[in-house]
């Protein structure tokens, strides 16, 4: 659409400069011809101007021939003869040209005039010769002849012929520089007229163009600020033209997908934040872990410490008073030596414990298996403690699928988890409450559990029950080491162990042995 409108605006302007063109070509052609044919007519005049000097100095000439004589300058009578011959030949081209090019009604006679012109002069000329070989010899008849050839024929006839040649020239000159500026006037008021035609249609082209162009300008300025400010929706809504359409349409699609490409990168801020925060609140809390760790391996080193100096200062204490005593007796040694067994198997069960679970965290813990029955196994361990503690009640109740069915398993180490198990439900609630041990089998897994009906444990206990070197505020004897070793044992079997407590309803700590052995 556009573009038809500048093809019209280009055409019209090309229209009103193309008939300026031809019209100035036109005039400048018109111009040239009246030019020529005033050049023509200056010319003949200035012919005729010189064709009467020398024929008048050639009848001069003629005249002396008459009074002194037939061979008197008979070489400069030739040479002018020969000048008026040129000089007639001249004027008669110029005038059929001049005839050719203004028509027989302006240049009427002007032909026909210098023929009769070139008969005069011959006629002249043959006359004074005519006198010079005239044979009477009488002076009086000479001079009578040529007084009457000099007052007649060329003061008259010849004279005449002349100034009417000149005469009829003028006004030839005279009407092509009227016809000059009657062109002029022509061109001028022409040339007024379509400057005063044009003009206005141009200024009004080229305001019209301007609306068309600075209409879609102004709304693509627009277009672009709204995308710059953020807003996005349908910045171009006006139909424009063509060529600005494919423009409008361009900018729309730009703005949806500057709009699509802004709500991703929110979207991935909001999810970068996300993750950010999400992090943190990883790295904060793995630090509380960290710290709480740290803290536990202070403690723990510190309990080491204290349980290790336990032991050494008592075995230390039995050896310096044996070796203090005079005479001591063999009672007193065997005391001394049975004190000093009890604390180093303390110790080399410490010992044992960390060594444990190290070689657990470096998944170099040995377990020997080999195939066990459940039942025997724990009704073994609950004998043991019932026997211990006879003033609680210990139950146990297996499942009859597991019976007679053998297990791959460690079975000191289990028998170590289930004694774990059994002495923190003896240690951690009351004298007399039942503690029952059971005995599931799943599809792939065999549980067993231990329930007791304690105090229970807090939810802040939970989550770190199994850790190392936890032990309850108000339980502190041993290192906490017990359930940490249980889980390092349990995983080391390929199955799990894990603890449901309610506080004031008791806890029941369970753990997954599978029923196949896993490579």
Known sequence: MYKRKLFYFGFTTAFILLVALISTAISAHLTRDNLRQSTIAQSLLVEHEKLAGTSYRLFKQLTDEVIFGRNANQAFVRKKQLAIRESLDRIRQLELEQREALGVAITQGSVEDTDELVRLIDHIIGEFQAVVVSSNGLPLNQ?????NLLEVTIDDE???????????????????????DTLNIVIVWFTIGLAGLSLPLIIYGCYWLFNQLYQPLVLIQGATNAIASGHYDSPIAVTLDDEFQALAMSINQLAVRLQEHEAKELESRQKLEFDVKQRTSELTEANLQLTKIDSRRRQFIADVSHELRTPLTIIRGEAQVTLRLQSASETDFKETLRAILDQSVKLSRLVDDLLLLTRAEMSQLHLEFSNNELEPLLEQEVAKWQKLNTER???LSVEPQLLNVPLAID?????QVVSILLDNATKYSEAGKPVEIAARAGEEMVTISV????GGISAAEVDNIFERFVRFSKHNQGLGLGLSIAKAIVEAHGGQIMVESVQGQGSCFSFTLPTERRS
Do not use: M
């Open 411 to 415: 079975k000191p180490r289990i028998q």
């Open 158 to 180: 010849f004279r005449e012929s002349i100034n009417a040649a000149v005469s009829r020239q003028s006004r030839v000159v005279a009407a092509i520089n009227a016809r000059i």
């Open 393 to 395: 009640a210990y139950t």
């Open 451 to 454: 329930r007791d009906s304690g």
């Open 143 to 147: 001079q009578e002849q040529l007084r």
